[in-house]
């Protein structure tokens, strides 16, 4: 009998750990070998959820999305608390921090991304560059970050926030992204005190327009979040405490000094890549992949989620440079990781893959939601287009006295792209419209009517019908989580461990307990 298809796996966040569940099967029946290398000592969590762990809004349980022990019980070596710091190519050795050198057939990074860090004065050398040789402590730099300052990447970050929001403290968010955002309105509605920093106009500049932006600001304000736009961040100021220097304000180019208990920092993230460029692997923003996930490098090794940039050698100009990044979602990064799963179950039993065992060189763009209570925004594709553009049906409804912005532009019958603010409902009969590069209502002021106090008017599409897709990071529709209800789940929780909807970035769930509310109707 032929041994076992040797895997090894870099990296056990949401992705790695999906991987590994998708692997079990194959390695139960003795066809695969899988042995994981981990660098927290925690296993695989939702980071996702890391921002309303640490406001107290979710449970450390609500974070788990693997069952480390099971996959262990069935045969997979999980190893946490270890460093991969280098890759072996042409021996097919991955040597890791421990001082353990593991033997591969097939290899599959899944490191994942770091936090950004900012070139402010007071975090000189926090940065680890990304091609930094790669070493224990993925994510820090020269310099750990100064006491006060958190990335909210991880729990310990998330224990870090935790008291000072629970003691009603003042934290300056720096940055203005979605991330940045949830996180403020989070921390803000359970008791801390919040400034939001940023250099441009309006929030969510790369998914609002300027007046949705505006509209979004009016909003926030309004729940007692402040805003600092145009806010040209030079400096950190620190205080001295018996427990040495900690984070005391941001200083601004114009002499403005916003202070706080804590600095979060939201200034996206970088794929990490500095064990691929140790080796060898060719990498732009991530580490380049065809569609099989395969390194354009090495034949036998795969990336999968945040660290990998899925293009084609076409793609790259005359200099080589090939455009593009990560898609940073963990839908794809779950869908990646099931179609290399089935990839090398193939291989193992000697059969040839399906067509699902790939990944399209370019997903559709997805919505994007702002998850916040008493916010109601999103916005999906391109909706750069201006109202007179010859070669696009651009409309705009903006009514700032009750705080709603609509946009819509289509494109050869399709809607192409949106924003809505402050229409909750429109806003997802658009989501759903967009999700099915559908058309818009003959009328789209209909829209309106979806939101007014009388509201009559009936939704173009059924958002809850069976086959419309609820769950985009798991794949999972309305006719699905229904079954699951009618066999006794009863809560988005229960939904969420029979079906899997709800346990990516959580923007469904409003969508699960509709579902579950109308089962409930007698």
Known sequence: MSRPLRIVLVGYGPVGA??????????????TSLVVVGAEDEDAYNRVLVAEYAVGAARRDRLNVTDTPAARTAGADIRLGDTAVAIDRVRQRVLTSSGAELPYDRLVLATGARANIP??????????????????????????????VVALRDLADADAVAPVVAAGGTIVVFGAG???????????????????????????????????GRMLTRAVKA????????????SIGFRD???GR?????????????????????????????????AGLVCSAGILVDEELRTWTDPDVFAIGDCAQVASAEDADAAGRVPGAPSGLIGPGWRQAGALARRLRAEATGSTAG???????????????????????????????????????????????????????????ALAGFISVGLPHAGAELTLLFERHASLPAEPSALLRLDAADAGTAPVEDPLGPDATVCWCNGVTAGRISD?????????????????????CGGCKGRIAAILAAAAVP
């Not at 729940?223 to 030079?234: I, N, Q, S």
């Not at 066999?487 to 909807?501: I, P, Y």
Request: with cysteine; charged share 25%.
């Open 18 to 31: 999906r991987f590994v569940e998708e692997m079990l099967p194959s390695i139960e029946a003795g066809q």
């Open 119 to 148: 070139t402010l004065d007071g975090l000189q050398h926090c940065r680890r560059e990304r091609d930094a040789m790669p070493a224990p402590g993925l994510d820090r730099g020269p310099r750990p970050l100064p006491r006060g």
């Open 178 to 212: 979605v991330l940045g955002m949830e996180f403020a309105l989070l921390a803000a509605g359970h008791g801390a005190q919040v400034v939001v920093v940023h250099h441009g106009p309006t929030p969510m500049a790369r998914n609002l327009d300027e007046p949705g």
């Open 223 to 234: 729940l007692d979040v402040g805003m600092a736009a145009h806010a040209r961040a030079e």
């Open 241 to 243: 405490t018996e427990g």
């Open 246 to 278: 900690v984070f005391d304000g941001i200083g601004c180019a114009d002499g403005t000094y916003i202070p706080g208990d804590l600095l979060v920092l939201s200034c996206g993230v970088g794929p990490r890549v500095e064990l691929a460029l140790a």
């Open 355 to 413: 067509a699902d065992a790939a990944v399209a060189l370019r997903e559709r763009p997805t919505a994007v939601m702002l998850k916040a209570t008493g916010i109601d925004v999103v916005s999906g594709g391109d909706h750069s287009a201006d109202p007179w553009d010859a070669d696009a049906e651009v409309t705009v409804w903006l009514d700032p006295a009750r705080a709603v912005y609509l946009k819509t532009v289509v494109r050869e019958g």
């Open 484 to 504: 699951a209800v009618a066999s006794g789940c009863d809560t988005v929780d229960g939904v969420g461990k029979d079906t899997r909807a709800g346990t990516g």
